[in-house]
């Protein structure tokens, strides 16, 4: 049982690169969501799907992508990175309603120069 | 200030010592989810409350709806308990989750 899946692990980027992290997992979960986490501050949410063909945005969507064309997989693309988005994302996914349980994923160490 | 307070922002303990970690909040809430993330790792979640108490192995996690308040505790603390432990609360207004800046515990042998 995999759980969510993440990669790449850790990434190092030229400002104006773009990239996509891919996020995937095998549990049929309606809700997922990308966060990023920076030294000192909470895990911060990015966006987030509540099923195959919607997304929302989160508390800091600027530079960041999301689609949701499966309820698998949950790519969170980045169109041209710059050095503010330098941090470790996680993905995470949990059923719908508040008595879900969250499962993240291993994180992905983005580093962008 | 922040909507979750957790404290104290860094622990050091014993082998064997019993561990508490605070969390308090001041938003309604539907849930409040305790996550644990070892150094250089992921994060697993551990409880999610919203009333009462739970208890796994070592680990209970007890939450007080009226008081805002959660409280997670270690007993007979081991090394390998060394993690960040981390608090989150899902907001009732808004259903999104709200984290704590984490509690860096260290058990020394």
């Known amino acids: 049982n995999a759980g969510v899946t993440q990669t790449p692990k850790f990434q190092v980027l030229k400002t104006g690169q773009s990239m996509t992290l891919q996020c995937a997992q095998d549990m049929n979960h309606e809700y997922m969501s990308w966060y990023r986490q920076d030294p000192g501050m909470g895990l911060r949410l990015i966006h987030y799907s509540v099923g195959a063909g919607i997304t929302d945005q989160g508390e800091v969507p600027n530079g960041y992508n999301v689609s949701r064309s499966t309820t698998e997989d949950f790519p969170l693309r980045l169109l041209s990175a710059a050095p503010s988005q330098t941090s470790v994302y996680f993905c995470?996914?949990?059923?719908?309603?508040?008595?879900?349980?969250?499962?993240f994923g291993e994180g992905s160490r983005l580093t962008v120069l | 200030k922040n909507e979750v307070e957790q404290s104290p922002q860094n622990l050091t303990a014993q082998e064997g010592e019993f561990i508490t970690i605070n969390c308090s909040y001041s938003v309604g809430i539907s849930a409040l989810h305790w996550l644990q993330q070892h150094p250089g790792g992921g994060i697993v979640s551990l409880f999610m409350?919203?009333?009462g108490k739970k208890k796994h192995g070592r680990l209970i996690a007890t939450i007080n709806i009226q008081e805002k308040h959660s409280s997670l505790h270690i007993t007979a603390s081991h090394p390998r308990d060394s993690a960040v432990y981390i608090c989150a609360v899902r907001s009732y207004n808004t259903d999104k989750l709200i984290f704590g800046t984490g509690t860096r515990l260290q058990v020394f042998p």
């Open positions: 409350l919203s009333s």
């Open positions: 995470a996914s949990k059923t719908q309603g508040w008595t879900g349980e969250l499962f």
